[in-house]
């Protein structure tokens, strides 16, 4: 790689793949006849595979390639795959292919490598057979897995009943072969492998050895929570070892300590090693290559202030390779670091693009329904409890199914191409797929149709996954029955679908922020870059949200001078307006066409804008325990750090301090955890050792969260003797006031130690808490005026958690920051730039279409009672005077088809295009028939 930001060249070296991907259509019969078997890489060595493979049944593009265990390839022989490949794909004369492509930005997202416990002997990993890694236990669960989805012991292909989980395998460890810092996911993927292996087998007994639980993430509390009381499942914490193998049984033995009955050691049937997250491969050769520089640790080093950014202007970064982290995390920095190259490259945007051409439609109205079934195995999710082939074979019984047919993943890359083939081929003009939610998949599969030049609204989607599978796990045959009803009932209603046109809107250039904070003003920066016009909108009268209250970070960041510099930016951007002081009078309006009225220091003002971020941020519980508000010694950990950053004598001269931490939340009352506090907690205290290494720090924690890089710093407060002693939430700490031994008036914290068993008393000078992070007073407000939801912890609820983690189901609406859910500085930042990015992606288009699926009114039924216009959210409805008097009439721009209004309205005048009422009848009719229904009545008579 060489240039500068702008105009970078790249030399690619790409390898052959034998066969030609234009030609390959993915129909593996050359890995049938291939004689090459070797262990399955994908498959973590468990299976095995052919020379020639699809490396997995998703990959994207679908097709196969050939490998150098190839016999042809090695030593010149056999070339059976080139006598069946039927489409002449297989090419074993192609050689390396040397590209060039000049680019203006590069975007780093190489991913992250699973520790290998092979390194270390004492996890026994390679010797005992049925010690596996998590990564294996993983594929052990899939159902394109070595095993179809059936978890069985390598020794003797039996299912395991008695599983231990080992956390921190290759994580937060600071010796030889380990990692010092923590790899951030583990604690949850486990928690997800318990439940799955409880749902293969209930009696399942499952076991957790850890050192803490770190379930930091926006529900993940909830989620330990729902792990921990299934029956059989047992969290201990407890480092452990592997000490040894029963010959005959091949059981493993782990040995544990507990507080109260000393070392014990326990027989498993399999231990699964949750281990950690390395950086990716070869990771010192990419960065010579691209001339970045890696952090500590080996992955990329990062700017402080703008996480996506390397050491080499125009090369940014995403996903793992920043450092550990989660899925909804990776794809929130990868719409980030594309939204950084729009800012260096806007100047070419729309330069490039492609319009999308379908073939013309074909008017089917007037022919007979043929329909055509696909119904969705979905890995295990659905084809573990409902016997799929017996669901194919009754959909082709029902009326007006001319094809059906059973599909592993319904919305793969191959599966998708294949609905559009047999829709063609067999001349369907109605098609059912019998899947999942179509909240997520309906648009891949109405693409499908319009693909096969047939009107998309002709599809309908049969959720037999969230509606059955997942909800009958335990009653297969009645699972299997209700697939087919829940089929029979949609095969009904597709007789029924009418075509529909949806229609192009005119997109507003121009965005609404709504919050002043660190993610508002990075977020609303990011977009005005990106040559658009941004409102931002404060309630207060300054701009810097919570983040005027923090003076410092862990990596030893100055707050305040960063939020100078930011606002100073803000404010001298030409084309951000901001708006301070302000209250939202009113919002209205849909996607690419809102307006909002805002109040301001500047007066009343109309903002006509074409998308909304919602960036809030988020306040702090006010204690009502530990004598908060009744003793000025106990303090907030924000109010700590004031206290910190403006030399408080009283502070810095005390003798001890305590940290308690999880101060309104992990609770009934807030059943999450605020994320932020443990890292608060030890900045706060390495600090005050810095400026006072004679005070006595103890921080008393259920769990200590310092996910990450954080952990090193963790480690650091610990070696600066920082005491933690460990609560359990029916044993909490108390706090009174008191004196000391020699008089002097202090906080007395009383407070179990675990590891001795008993009751602790310190003496405090000073008690700092760590209160929680709760939702903006502002929050419900702002979610019923841009008609958004919320979670049940009160804070704004995605549109889906990992694949739309900065989206409303509101479009046009976007998220980021601590309205989301808590969160660090510099993962703010990241979802600043994430939901700039699909600002952008909206911005930039010049119309969005809207749904052709919205209501209509029947002038002569309609007496204009006015029920429509009351129930209608979004003002869809409005009244206009006829000949025949007042009539409601529908705006379809305004309509998103909720169909409240046709729900309400007593004479029947208003029907929902999509759902009407003979669509909706003919389910019912479908699912129990008008002939039972009648036989019922007289039996009843």
Known sequence: MEGEAGNFRVRLNKKPKYIDESKCTGCTVCVEYCPVKYPDQYNQEISLNKAVHIYFPQAIPLVAYIDESCLYLKEKKCRICEGVCKNNAINLNQTPEKLEVKV??????????????????????GEFENVVTSM????????????????????????????????????????????????????????????LTKDHDALAQCTIFHNDIRSYGKDFERFYERTEKLPGVRFIRSYTSIVKENPETKNVTVRYSTTGDGVKEEEFDMVVLSVGLNPPAGVQGMAEKFGIELGPHHFCKVNTVNPMETSRPGIFVSGAFQGPTDIPESVFSASGAGSQCGELLSFRRGNLARERIYPPERDVSGE??????????????????????????????????????????????????EITDMTKEKGLNRVVVAACSPRTLEPLFRDTLREAGINQYYFEMANIREHNSWVHAKEKEEATQKAKDIIRMSVARACHLEPLQEFDLPVNKTALVVGGGIAGMNCALSIANQRHEVH??????????????????LEGLDVQDYLRDLKRKVYQHPLVHVHTGATIMEA?????????????????????????????????????????GEDDRVMTHLELEEQIARGDEGLVNSGSLVMIQCVGCRNEDRNYCSRICCSESIKNALKLKEINPRMDIYILFRDMRTYGF???????????????????????????????????????????????????EIDADRIALAAAVIPSAATREVAELFKVTLSPDGFFKEAHVKLRPVEFGTDGVYLCGMAHYPKLMAETINQAYGAAGRVLTLLSRDTVVASGSVCRVDERKCMGCGACVSVCTYGAIEFSETRQGKKAVVNPV????????????????????????????????????????????????
């Open 710 to 760: 954080k952990e090193d710093y963790y480690r650091e407060a610990a070696g600066k003797e920082v005491r933690f002693i460990r609560y359990e939430p029916d044993d909490k700490p108390q706090v009174e006031a008191g004196e000391s031994d020699e008089g002097q008036p202090v906080l007395k914290v009383t407070v179990t130690d675990p590891v001795l068993g008993n009751k602790l």
């Open 894 to 941: 305004l309509c998103k088809g909720d169909g409240l209004c046709n729900a309400k309205c007593p004479t029947g005048a208003i029907s929902l295009k999509h759902f009407t009422d003979k669509e909706l009848l003919s389910e019912i009719d479908a699912v129990v028939p008008e002939e039972e229904i009648l036989r019922q009545i007289d039996a009843a008579v």
């Open 368 to 417: 007979e329904p043929r329909i055509g079934v696909f119904v969705c195995h979905c890995g295990a999710n659905i084809g573990r409890i409902v016997n799929v082939p017996s669901t194919v074979e009754y959909a082709l019984t029902l009326p007006n199914v001319v094809y059906a047919q059973e599909q592993l993943f319904s919305c793969a890359t191959n599966s998708a191409k």
């Open 536 to 553: 931002l909108v404060e309630k207060d009268t300054d701009l810097g949200g919570m983040a005027r209250k923090l003076h410092y970070t």
């Open 136 to 195: 294996d236990y993983e594929r052990l669960l899939c159902s394109t897995g070595p095993y179809q989805g059936e978890i069985l012991r390598a020794s003797d292909r039996k299912h395991p009943h008695k599983v231990a989980w080992i956390q921190c395998v290759g994580s937060r460890q600071v010796i030889p072969g380990g990692n010092s810092y923590c790899s951030a996911v583990c604690c949850t993927y486990a928690q997800k492998q318990v439940i």
């Open 104 to 125: 203006g930005a590069i975007i780093l997202s190489p991913g992250l490598e699973p520790y290998d416990p092979g390194l270390r002997e004492e996890y026994r990993y």
């Open 588 to 628: 209205t309006g849909y996607i690419g066409n809102f307006t909002t009225r805002v109040k301001s220091e500047r007066g009343l003002t109309e903002i006509k804008h074409g998308a909304a971020v919602i960036a809030i941020g988020a306040d702090v519980y006010t204690p009502a325990e530990y004598l908060y």
